[in-house]
T-cell receptor
Framework: EAGVTQFPSHSVIEKGQTVTLRCDPISGHDNLYWYRRVMGKEIKFLLHFVKESKQDESGMPNNRFLAERTGGTYSTLKVQPAELEDSGVYFC???????????FGSGTRLTVV | DQQVKQNSPSLSVQEGRISILNCDYTNSMFDYFLWYKKYPAEGPTFLISISSIKDKNEDGRFTVFLNKSAKHLSLHIVPSQPGDSAVYFCAASKQTGANNLFFGTGTRLTVIP
């Protein structure tokens, strides 16, 4: 079984540019989550999809961040325009049901310069 | 304001000895606690969890202890093995069944052969 796939693995962009991160969950997993870790700090929840619906987006930092999950399969997280403080590692995770032991992807390391 | 704290950024232990990783939390509404393990360039991997109705949960070499009155939990690994070298994250949830996890900043464990 393929795991949670994220790409790109790394992205370096200039302040003000737009970046789109993609997450492919494990096939059949209705629940998809985005988390972010800023260097040296805790991993913070961003949002949770159940199929294509946003179940909880309380962790989204501001309206420069837009997450979508069209068709309930893969998800994208767009940052527009990117700011320096958006740098960090963005993790995606998925689960079949409401379960804490969900599977994380390897993350996308975003660097805004 | 960080609700889950791991005050030791690193820990070194000799192979075969016990590793004890600590975690404190501030929110008394947390009722489910988890430990994740993370290798470089990989996503966090679920290790073990404990509900607030218990004070101990054991899985092979890994045991998690919960002290609700002190708002403290710990992960014991015994015996420690070189392959256990990784960053360990403590996480907590406010409500069983909810998906928004609050993570600590992680503790880097190094097991010395």
């Amino acid at each position: 079984e393929a795991g949670v796939t994220q790409f790109p693995s790394h992205s370096v962009i200039e302040k003000g540019q737009t970046v789109t991160l993609r997450c492919d969950p494990i096939s059949g997993h209705d629940n998809l989550y985005w988390y972010r870790r800023v260097m040296g700090k805790e991993i913070k929840f961003l949002l949770h999809f159940v199929k294509e619906s946003k179940q909880d987006e309380s962790g989204m930092p501001n309206n420069r961040f837009l997450a979508e999950r069209t068709g309930g399969t893969y998800s994208t997280l767009k940052v527009q325009p990117a700011e320096l403080e958006d740098s960090g590692v963005y993790f995606c995770a998925s689960s079949q049901g409401v379960s804490y032991g969900y599977t994380f992807g390897s993350g996308t390391r975003l660097t805004v310069v | 304001d960080q609700q889950v704290k791991q005050n030791s950024p690193s820990l070194s232990v000799q192979e075969g000895r016990i590793s004890i990783l600590n975690c404190d939390y501030t929110n008394s509404m947390f009722d489910y606690f988890l430990w994740y393990k993370k290798y470089p360039a990989e996503g966090p991997t679920f290790l073990i969890s404990i509900s607030s109705i218990k004070d101990k949960n054991e899985d092979g070499r890994f045991t998690v202890f919960l002290n609700k009155s002190a708002k403290h939990l710990s992960l014991h690994i015994v015996p420690s093995q070189p392959g256990d070298s990784a960053v360990y994250f403590c996480a907590a949830s406010k409500q069983t069944g909810a998906n928004n996890l609050f993570f600590g900043t992680g503790t880097r464990l190094t097991v010395i052969p």
